[in-house]
């Protein structure tokens, strides 16, 4: 199973006290020191960014403050997917799309889902009335802009009742009279410069499985058949609990625990969206040996919770398969778990925690590896978890071959 590194740039936002109040999402990436990179492709697709932003883990890209992310058209009509919190997250429109129906009426459903708009690098406040109507931000572009027409926009966007961010500070006194004038929000190199996040993700093993999921999700066909599926890819698995518990249809963050949970709470809207983008973006050749491993030991750990805890059984699948990850991805399973939304029934089992479902997962894990024991934890016999493992490997197997045909 191929590993995908990412790299997210991010630049600080600050108050007027200079604490950071939240992080811009940058299109174009950036180096681990700061440094452009050049690309052949030029700036990243809106929908790639925010897609490598929950890949990494938007608590671990931004905390608990805010994100800023510019959205390019498709996203505000509701095209592309949109999987950040909505309560975390500040849209960055173009004015110019102020007399775009369908963007207007997007942010009008995004502002009423607990997002924030912000028109991005505005230099006039005439034309963007529809828009402003829906803002809480406005970024102002005052490289153009002779000091007392800045002084009354600013003005007016106070009196709207706006707050007002600076783009662009490259200097102390830049600092000193933009502060002068009531900005709320900063941005520029003066105070920081870009910083890149790096992180990872799995590619599908399988190409056959997203075309299963996207004809399966057109015919909006029942949770189980489309659970099937992503049952028998690890990193659609993976994926999808990254961005169910965030990109919900009623909008709001939401812990998981199963992966039919992680579909019934995405909604199709946002299953189109997103497995139309996989397939779009998909990147790098992969093998099958990995994912069966993970299979295997997903499915065990459904087997063996199905004789004592059947109430468990989708909790310990999934638990079994995210207890994997750490492997796949070659990082620290709370790294892993850093990315994901998870409530604390399933974490703690991912975790092996001294849980029902944990001590399942724990015994697992050590038959895989060949651990010996003189009792398992959760008190099956070895003939028990030898039982299960054959019968789960037949079944990752056979799960793979199918999703290949």
């Given amino acids: 199973m191929a590993v995908i590194d990412l790299v997210v740039g991010r630049q600080p936002v600050f108050d007027a006290d200079l604490e950071v109040v939240g992080y811009e999402l940058l299109l174009e990436p950036v180096d681990r020191d700061g440094a452009d990179i050049d690309t052949t492709g030029g700036a990243l697709a809106t929908a790639s960014v925010l897609y490598d932003a929950v890949s990494i883990g938007v608590s671990r890209l931004v905390g608990d403050r805010f994100v800023f992310c510019d959205a390019d058209r498709s996203v505000l009509a509701g095209s592309a997917p949109l999987v950040l919190p909505p309560e975390q997250t500040v849209l960055e429109v173009a004015p110019a799309l102020a007399d775009d129906e369908a963007v207007v009426a ?73 502060q002068e004038l009531g900005f709320d929000y900063f941005q520029g190199d003066l105070l920081s410069a870009p910083q890149a996040v790096p992180g990872r993700t799995l590619d599908a093993s399988n190409v056959a499985r997203l075309h299963q999921a996207a004809r399966l999700v057109s015919q909006q066909c029942s949770a189980a ?30 812990p998981v625990r199963s992966i039919r949970e992680a579909l019934v709470l995405l909604g199709w809207r946002h299953l189109q969206s997103w497995i139309t983008f996989l397939l779009e973006t998909r990147r790098g050749s992969t093998t099958d040996d990995e994912a069966i491993t993970t299979l295997t030991r997903a499915r065990m750990c459904e087997l063996l919770a199905q ?53 399942i997962v724990a015994d697992v894990v050590d038959c895989q590896l060949g651990r010996s024991q003189d009792a398992t934890r959760s008190g099956f016999s070895e003939v028990t978890l030898s039982g299960a493992a054959i019968a789960a490997l037949r079944w990752a197997i056979d799960a793979s071959k199918h999703a290949a045909s």
């Fill in 225 to 254: 058949e489309l659970e099937e599926v992503v049952r028998a890819e690890p990193a659609l698995a993976y994926q999808l609990l990254q961005i169910a518990g965030v990109g919900a249809d009623n909008g709001f963050r939401r």
């Fill in 106 to 178: 997007g942010c009008r459903n995004l502002a009423d889902a607990g997002f924030t708009i912000a028109l991005d690098r505005v230099e006039d406040l005439d034309g963007c009335t529809p828009l402003l109507e829906l803002a809480g931000i406005v970024k102002i572009d005052h490289a153009g802009l002779a000091e007392p027409r800045l002084a009354r926009l600013v003005a007016e966007v106070k009196r709207r009742g706006l707050l007002a961010l600076a783009l662009g500070i490259a200097s102390s006194s830049q600092l000193a009279r933009f």
């Fill in 307 to 359: 004789r004592s805890y059947p109430a468990l059984a989708d909790v310990a699948f999934a638990a079994g398969m995210l207890s994997a990850f750490d492997m796949l991805l070659d990082m620290p399973l709370d790294d892993v778990l850093a990315t994901l939304p998870l409530d604390e029934v399933l974490r703690d089992a991912v975790a092996r925690a001294d849980t029902p479902v944990g001590r």
